[in-house]
């Protein structure tokens, strides 16, 4: 979400403390995808404070057969930098969406959208990041 | 999805399909995947997401943070997951549904505790205490107790004794007539309240011709008459009154004490 890992560090120990007070208050939160909407807003208001992405109408390209081998050729870090840069909403769904932590509904209640929103900024974030692909890792590089 | 017809709603799933099969609970995206699987466009996206999904798992996590993990004592106990599963359409209508079939039996099972030898006369007679008129009946004024002599004496219908809770009741007429089964049935009108008494003879087992026997009182209510039946000495009796069970029930509790 924020392609940088100390300013994430630092939402994780806020959302932490946030729900430690809770806990004490004898209100604990009430279930796993708190932490996780809690860490959303904390890393849309630090991202706030940087610059912000434009949706400027990026290139798509239908995923490639070989886009596996293409994504294998990354480093990690090249993707968090790709998807931080993302606009929102769909930098929070391809975030939590790669974490391969939830299900559908799961990922429709932290983010708050409809199921054709979800899908279609899924779809075109694959196609995006394929065009992306296509100019760092050539195919014909493999 | 090319060769393979999605309806729209099964694109949008499709689409949004978790990357690991495990993640996958819901009936609409099995369904949905199901046909999917075996097209080419979705084997490239699941290739694509399982790439990326690698990729990730790929990113290193500082040490401070996998220490901090939420512990399960920050999340709020899950509620059970039965009263999730009680919630579900299938899990309620099969509730409902035995829950009614337990009702009926239970109904059934306290109608046959409650069904006595005679049980159908009786009903019969309510019937006719419902279209019978005083100026039906020959009069005779006396107390209910004294017909016994009179039923039998005139008519040879022997045990025909109106119980001891009904005996001190002023009569207003009285006559015997069979049934529609032949049987001899002595009714009474008596003063108090129009109530109606009937006298016939108790249910006879088919193999051994004896009378059936039950003990105590048993009330029977139809059609907003209810009667009170015992039996003694192979002959029942039957007060009947159009009214409830408590318009009858002073008579019964003041002979038990």
Same mark, same amino acid.
């Given at each position: 979400?924020?392609?940088?890992? *100390?300013?994430?560090?630092?939402?994780?120990?806020?959302?932490? *403390?946030?729900?430690?007070?809770?806990?004490?208050?004898?209100?604990?939160?009430?279930? *796993?995808?708190?932490?996780?909407?809690?860490?959303?807003?904390?890393?849309?208001?630090?991202?706030?404070?940087?610059?912000?992405?434009?949706?400027?109408?990026?290139?798509?390209?239908?995923?490639?057969?070989?886009?596996?081998?293409? #994504?294998?050729?990354?480093?990690?870090?090249?993707?968090?930098?790709?998807?931080?840069?993302?606009?929102?909403?769909?930098?929070?769904?391809?975030?939590?969406?790669?974490?391969?932590?939830?299900?559908?509904?799961?990922?429709?209640? #932290?983010?708050?959208?409809?199921?054709?929103?979800?899908?279609?900024?899924?779809?075109?974030? *694959?196609?995006?990041?394929?065009?992306?692909?296509?100019?760092?890792?050539?195919?014909?590089? #493999? | 999805?090319?060769?393979?017809?999605? =309806?729209?709603?099964?694109?949008?799933?499709?689409?949004?399909?978790?990357?690991?099969?495990?993640?996958?609970?819901?009936?609409?995206?099995?369904?949905?995947?199901?046909?999917?699987?075996?097209?080419?466009?979705?084997?490239?996206?699941?290739? &694509?997401?399982?790439?990326?999904?690698?990729?990730?798992?790929?990113?290193?996590?500082?040490?401070?943070? =996998?220490?901090?993990?939420?512990?399960?004592? $920050?999340?709020?106990?899950?509620?059970?997951?039965?009263?999730?599963?009680?919630?579900?359409?299938? &899990?309620?209508?099969?509730?409902?549904?035995?829950?009614?079939?337990?009702?009926?039996?239970?109904?059934?099972?306290?109608?046959?505790?409650?069904?006595?030898?005679?049980?159908?006369?009786?009903?019969?007679?309510? !019937?006719?205490?419902?279209?019978?008129?005083?100026?039906? $009946?020959?009069?005779?004024?006396?107390?209910?107790?004294?017909?016994?002599?009179?039923?039998?004496?005139?008519?040879?219908?022997?045990?025909?004794?109106?119980?001891?809770?009904?005996?001190?009741?002023? !009569?207003?007429?009285?006559?015997? &007539?069979?049934?529609?089964?032949?049987?001899?049935?002595?009714?009474?009108?008596?003063?108090?309240?129009?109530?109606?008494?009937?006298? &016939?003879?108790?249910?006879?087992?088919?193999?051994?011709?004896?009378?059936?026997?039950?003990?105590?009182?048993?009330?029977?209510?139809?059609?907003?008459?209810?009667?009170?039946?015992?039996?003694?000495?192979?002959?029942?009796?039957?007060?009947?009154?159009?009214?409830?069970?408590?318009?009858?029930?002073?008579?019964? =509790?003041?002979?038990?004490?």
């Amino acid at each position: 979400m924020l392609a940088d890992a *100390r300013k994430a560090a630092e939402v994780f120990h806020a959302t932490l *403390r946030d729900a430690a007070q809770e806990a004490a208050k004898d209100e604990p939160p009430g279930d *796993r995808l708190w932490f996780f909407r809690d860490a959303r807003w904390r890393c849309l208001e630090a991202s706030e404070k940087g610059l912000q992405a434009e949706d400027v109408g990026l290139e798509e390209k239908e995923i490639s057969a070989s886009a596996s081998s293409q #994504i294998e050729k990354l480093a990690p870090h090249q993707l968090a930098i790709w998807i931080s840069a993302a606009p929102e909403p769909q930098r929070t769904i391809l975030a939590l969406f790669y974490l391969d932590e939830f299900n559908l509904k799961e990922l429709l209640s #932290i983010s708050e959208l409809k199921p054709p929103e979800l899908a279609k900024l899924l779809s075109e974030g *694959r196609q995006q990041f394929q065009a992306w692909l296509n100019v760092t890792v050539p195919a014909v590089e #493999i | 999805m090319r060769g393979v017809s999605l =309806s729209r709603r099964q694109r949008v799933l499709i689409q949004s399909a978790p990357i690991s099969d495990e993640r996958v609970d819901d009936h609409a995206m099995r369904a949905a995947l199901h046909r999917a699987r075996k097209t080419e466009e979705f084997a490239a996206q699941r290739n &694509f997401d399982r790439a990326i999904a690698a990729l990730v798992r790929a990113i290193p996590i500082p040490a401070d943070i =996998s220490e901090f993990v939420p512990s399960e004592t $920050l999340i709020s106990p899950r509620r059970p997951r039965w009263k999730k599963q009680a919630r579900h359409p299938a &899990f309620l209508a099969t509730a409902i549904a035995v829950a009614v079939i337990a009702a009926v039996s239970i109904l059934q099972v306290v109608e046959r505790v409650n069904r006595f030898p005679g049980e159908a006369t009786a009903r019969r007679l309510l !019937t006719t205490a419902s279209s019978t008129h005083s100026m039906m $009946l020959d009069p005779i004024k006396t107390d209910a107790g004294a017909l016994g002599d009179f039923f039998f004496m005139k008519h040879r219908l022997a045990h025909y004794d109106v119980p001891q809770e009904f005996a001190d009741l002023r !009569t207003l007429g009285c006559r015997v &007539f069979d049934d529609e089964e032949g049987q001899r049935v002595a009714q009474v009108w008596v003063v108090e309240k129009h109530m109606q008494f009937f006298l &016939f003879p108790a249910e006879r087992d088919v193999k051994t011709g004896k009378a059936r026997n039950f003990s105590g009182w048993r009330y029977l209510d139809q059609e907003g008459w209810t009667g009170v039946v015992k039996e003694q000495n192979g002959v029942c009796f039957m007060a009947a009154l159009r009214g409830a069970e408590k318009d009858l029930a002073p008579y019964i =509790s003041k002979s038990k004490q």
